[in-house]
């Protein structure tokens, strides 16, 4: 017979899959969690780090448990054994080949070998009617005499064939609670998965404002180096056209509207400044200029038409 492993028990074999207990807690855990992200990106640099360690620790767990379903071969090995056992009952040891005794022990053998590593698992050597009383193994030998001491009486015979419906029942039941692992630990992931994008969107934004806080005295003098070399820019024109761009004060609305649209472009890409925020800043100051526009083309209407008539 094979021999299934002995001195080990469920208990005491090392696994790197935590339990469903663990996931179910950590699944509460993480939908009940409702807390703010920090602000400091210390925090959440560690937050990300943490989150991908446990990910793939979640992931490696999930790979490990591979759907399978392995009742249909406890079935197969049961009809096989129950037939080798009908053909041993009716063998007459006198006359039996060689070659029909070896086949019925590999189909015991092989048998035992479908159930052997739920045996184990589930510690039912004590139940187990292939052994001897005294727990050692059960052999087959090589005899025909031999094999027949193996299968014993009826109430032997019928203790092997429904043993299997044991076993089988203990697989279905670890199948069971193997569905359940893998179904939590997809939940788990999804989770995770979501809080560790929350957490590094976060940080993007953190790390853009530091480096735009950092560059900001840059933009500002790009800036101011612009707006003087607006207003340079108008002793180009006629003395006439200078002194109507000077006093409609058009110049000075242009400089100022260029200062105040480049800073809330870069608050806003920074993302300092919400979306909310910025359309209201950014449709005020499109506004105001556009009512400059209409006023002062107005103005200039009426003035014409002063100028005519008088």
Not at 55 to 76: E, G, H, M, V
Not at 103 to 126: G, Q, V
Not at 238 to 259: L, R
Not at 288 to 310: D, F, I, K, N, T
């Amino acid at each position: 017979m094979i021999l299934p492993l002995e001195g080990f028990t469920q208990s005491q074999i090392l696994r790197s899959v935590p339990s469903n207990d663990e996931l179910v807690a950590r699944l509460s855990e993480l939908s009940s969690d409702k807390t703010p992200l920090p602000d400091d990106l210390n925090i959440l640099y560690d937050l990300n780090s943490r989150y991908e360690d446990e990910l793939a620790t979640y992931r490696r767990a999930l790979a490990s448990i591979k759907p399978k379903d392995n009742s249909n071969a406890i079935d197969k090995a049961k009809a096989e054994a129950a037939s080798a056992i009908t053909e041993l009952r009716t063998i007459d040891c006198k006359i039996a080949a060689k070659d029909i005794l070896t086949r019925l022990r590999k189909s015991l053998n092989d048998s035992y070998r479908a159930i052997s590593d739920t045996i184990f698992m589930h510690d039912l050597e004590p139940d187990d009617p292939w052994r001897r009383e005294d727990g050692g193994v059960a052999s087959n030998g090589n005899t025909c005499e031999a094999l027949k001491s193996f299968i014993g009486d009826d109430t032997k015979q019928e203790a092997i064939i429904n043993f299997f419906d044991t076993v089988k029942e203990k697989y279905e039941e670890d199948a069971r609670a193997r569905e359940a692992l893998r179904g939590n630990l997809q939940k788990v992931i999804e989770l995770l998965q979501t809080r560790k994008a929350d957490v590094q969107q976060l940080l993007n934004e953190k790390t853009s404002q530091q480096q735009l806080s950092g560059s900001l005295w840059i933009v500002i003098s790009v800036i101011g180096l612009f707006s003087i070399g607006a207003i340079l820019c108008v002793k180009l024109f006629s003395e006439n056209i200078q002194m109507e761009w000077v006093t409609s004060g058009q110049v000075i609305q242009f400089v100022t509207v260029m200062i105040l649209l480049s800073v809330i472009m870069a608050l806003g890409l920074a993302g300092i400044l919400k979306e909310t925020t910025l359309g209201t800043l950014l449709g005020g100051i499109g506004g105001y200029v556009l009512a400059q526009g209409v006023g002062r083309a107005a103005a200039r209407e009426v003035s014409r038409e002063r100028s005519g008539g008088s």
